[in-house]
């Protein structure tokens, strides 16, 4: 019977819910329990699918096709286990079913209220799903005393009075400021975040403090008495130099024993760390660096590539060395005078990701140009990959060669896809239709040819599963005038109608792939397209 850690945030946002969270699920899954982490968050998109990457960060992806947020790429990374649409719920999906509900007369002509009828529908998604797991992490979105956070707080409340005693453990995450001018640090803000909490009935068993400097002694002891916690459930959690050292740093700190005690746990074995000091180790002793250049539109915020950054670190790590990340915002070579050899010369690796819209895309065009010019390894992710075949398509002739997202095209290289088949059979899409979930979301597969690039880099695997999300598919009517000019399709959907893969034999290493391999890389399984991707760039760096 699954043991529930439900995980709440205090004080200020962005102090590392979703970290903390993946860190603890890494650190009970070393002592051999079998783990689970769920995000609930309040806002009422019924995904983050439609949001702004400068709003919001990536979306992350899931095999079954969710659009989830993207903590729970952390969870996938430090864990290992694959995430599910069950796994990230918000508001709007909650109202969007009470509604659903509402409108075919489940509710039997009741009120539909807050209480119970939301609150039943958080905890019904929160008691989903349990399989045989051991322990199952439920992170609430936002900060404490948000307004919309009400109905999560109220049904975790409402969850640790139903279910059995010693079933459900609170740990609250919050804020201890340095003050600079006093030389203090100040618990204060900790003790109301504490209070606010309390008023709304759910006592924290665990806080976890961030702060800047460690937490003496004295101050601990302040904050467990104000807090009504034991002062050993007072962790301390001080920036880390890197989210790959958090899980040892907590595990320092006695977070994972302070857990399990609060389930009464006391026996529990000891965690086997050895594959995260053997990350950090790779991590913190590189014996060489590259420059990877990623030409992409949302430069401005990291964010918005994030899974993608970690990627490149993970095939840095498969190489121990250090990865050295310059975003390039494509639109600085779409100026009257594009100098791209000045700044793409010095990188040993480019890197086109996936995007929507066609601002920048012209940038990435001669960003891929270059990099099959000058014989510089290539990765192009998505979009990225549809803009490689464009290039090569105007490079053999077809100079209107286009995709159809950017408008009419009398070469449409790239179109949208109106069918395809899922698991679930033909899915079809609509013109003027619903933008969020339609696309080609989760995993598919994928049948490499022989003798190929990317075959070898695979292990010779003749079949493989990668995620997707997109809209927009390479034209396979263009594949002999592609071919033509080198772009070879070395990846095809299994009935052998989309282009999922294409690379070119004679270049060093230019591989393009509609998938986005990024999405299922750890760091203590690198994924072997980014594994691949940096012992290029590293034999480059060699010979520059």
């Known amino acids: 019977m699954a043991r529930y850690i ?6 200020v946002s962005s102090l590392g819910k979703g970290l903390m969270a993946a860190s603890l699920g890494a650190l009970l899954q070393a002592r051999g329990y079998k783990v689970r982490i769920r995000k609930f968050d309040p806002y009422l998109n019924v995904d983050p699918g439609t949001m702004s990457p400068y709003q919001h960060g990536e979306v992350y992806v899931t095999d079954d ?7 729970l790429g952390h969870y996938e990374r430090f864990t290992g286990v694959s995430a599910k649409q069950a796994d990230n719920v918000t508001s709007g999906r909650v109202y969007q079913d009470i509604i659903a509900k509402e409108r075919r007369g489940d509710y039997l002509g009741a009120t539909v209220q807050v209480v119970p009828h939301v609150t039943d529908e958080i905890k019904n998604f929160a008691l989903a799903d349990q399989d045989d797991h051991d322990f199952i992490l ?4 936002g900060t404490v005393g948000d307004i919309e956070s009400l109905p999560f707080m109220e049904a ?8 059995e005693p010693g079933r459900t453990l609170s740990v609250h995450v919050t804020l201890v400021p340095f003050i600079a001018a006093a030389g203090e640090l100040k618990t204060k803000p900790t003790q109301h975040s504490v209070r606010e909490l309390a008023s709304l009935g759910i006592k924290p068993d665990v806080l976890l403090c961030r702060c800047e400097h460690p937490l003496p002694d004295g101050e601990r002891a302040k904050i467990a008495q104000f807090c009504n916690v034991r002062t050993e459930a007072v962790i301390p959690a001080l920036d880390a130099p890197s989210i790959y050292s958090v899980p040892l740093q907590y595990h320092e700190e006695g977070l994972d024993s302070e857990v399990l005690r609060g389930f009464g746990i006391t026996d529990a074995p000891e965690p086997d760390m050895a594959r995260w000091r053997d990350v950090t180790d790779r991590y913190f002793n590189p014996e060489g660096e590259v420059t990877i250049g990623v030409v992409g539109k949302y430069v401005g915020l990291q ?8 990627a490149l670190v993970h095939g840095g790590l498969a190489n121990r060395v250090k990865v050295n990340i310059q975003w390039i915002d494509a639109e600085i070579f779409e100026q009257d005078t594009p100098d791209v050899t000045a700044q793409l010369e010095p990188m ?3 890197l086109v990701p996936g995007g929507f819209g066609e601002r920048g895309s012209e940038g990435k065009i001669a960003s891929v140009r270059f990099a099959r010019e000058h014989n510089v390894p290539f990765f192009g992710i998505c979009l990225g990959m549809q803009l490689a075949c464009i290039e090569s398509a105007r490079t053999a002739g077809h100079e209107d060669a286009s995709s159809t997202e950017f408008g009419e095209t009398n070469e449409p290289v790239v179109g949208i896809i109106e069918e395809w088949m899922s698991e679930e059979g033909l899915e079809k899409r609509e013109a003027g239709g619903d933008l969020g979930g339609t696309m080609r979301l989760g995993a598919y597969d994928a049948v490499l040819a022989g003798n190929s690039h990317v075959s070898r880099i695979y292990s010779g695997a003749e079949e493989i599963s990668e995620r997707h999300r997109h809209r927009y598919e390479v034209n396979a009517a263009y594949r002999s005038a592609l071919e033509q000019d080198g772009l070879i399709f070395s990846g095809m959907s ?4 989309l282009p999922e893969i294409v690379e070119r034999p004679d270049h060093p290493w230019f591989v393009g792939v509609q998938f986005h391999p990024e999405l299922k890389s750890k760091p203590f399984a690198p994924h072997p397209l980014f594994a691949g991707f940096v012992a290029a760039a590293l034999r480059q760096s060699r010979l520059v």
């Open 6 to 11: 439900f995980i709440t945030g205090g004080v």
């Open 65 to 71: 096709g969710a659009e989830t947020d993207l903590d």
């Open 303 to 310: 964010d918005a590539y994030k899974s993608l950054n970690e």
């Open 138 to 141: 439920c992170e609430i979105g």
């Open 156 to 163: 975790i409340r409402q969850l640790r009075n139903e279910l």
């Open 348 to 350: 040993h690796g480019i």
């Open 494 to 497: 299994p009935d052998g109608l």
